[in-house]
């Protein structure tokens, strides 16, 4: 005979395994049904087990990311992880794991166009996180300028405002403003001081703004 389930808070026995979130009948407390990373099967459990089990979720997640992103073994992630949490908690553990990772990542890299993409995932890495994002939207803007260098046709730029969200009114006046290779090497002109656009949720003062080039055929 099978033993009828029971509420995971009061313990007294249910009519039936439910599958949906549900209230227990007895002590009226929510019953959430989750499966965990490690465990397919879906069961119920407390409010508070369910919140342990999406955070397992979101780190099996973020290490499925960094493995594909980075080439890390699930044990290097979980090494991470775990010195990450033991120095900053386990809330910011996982994006203190990627930043880690992208870091050395942008260290290795040769490539200027490779070293701006890498500049910007950490640009919007600690803008996310309420880091200081600006020294990296700096380094993107040189590696994209020091890429165009490289190709020997790039001799003048054009700074362009983004396509989507609101532009403030730094970004505005700046927009269509164009530089020789040189001066815009020297000056650095982006990203602009005195921005207040902000990227998706993050901080205000992300600069949007990008060199383009300026090409004569």
């Given amino acids: 005979m099978d033993t009828l389930p029971v509420c995971p808070y009061c313990g007294m026995p249910l009519a039936k395994t439910t ?4 209230k227990c009948p007895h002590c009226k407390q929510p019953i959430f049904v ?6 397919p099967v879906k069961r119920m459990m407390t409010e508070h087990e369910a919140q342990l089990v999406e955070q397992q979720w979101a780190i099996y997640q973020h290490a499925q990311h960094c493995m594909r992103e980075f080439g890390c073994t699930s044990d290097s992630y979980l090494n991470l992880l775990l010195q990450m949490e033991s120095a900053h908690g386990l809330d910011d553990a996982p994006w203190k794991v990627e930043e880690f990772l992208l870091k050395g990542q942008f260290q290795s890299l040769k490539s200027h166009h490779d070293r701006a993409y890498a500049a910007w995932r950490l640009a919007t890495l600690y ?3 309420a880091g200081n994002f600006r020294p990296y939207l700096s380094v ?3 590696e994209t300028l020091l890429n165009f260098q490289v190709c020997n046709y790039v001799k003048k730029v054009e700074i362009k405002q983004a ?3 609101d532009i403030c009114p730094v970004c505005q006046i700046g927009n269509g403003q164009q530089f020789s290779l040189a001066e815009a090497v020297n000056a ?3 990203p602009h001081v005195g921005c207040t656009c902000s990227h998706v949720n993050g901080a205000p003062g992300f600069c949007r703004c ?5 090409l004569k055929f």
């Fill in 127 to 129: 803008n996310s996180h």
């Fill in 163 to 165: 396509d989507w969200g």
């Fill in 34 to 39: 989750k499966k965990s990373p490690d465990n």
């Fill in 19 to 22: 599958q949906r979130k549900t």
């Fill in 210 to 214: 990008q060199f383009w080039p300026v």
């Fill in 140 to 142: 993107f803007s040189r």
């Fill in 188 to 190: 650095l002109p982006l």
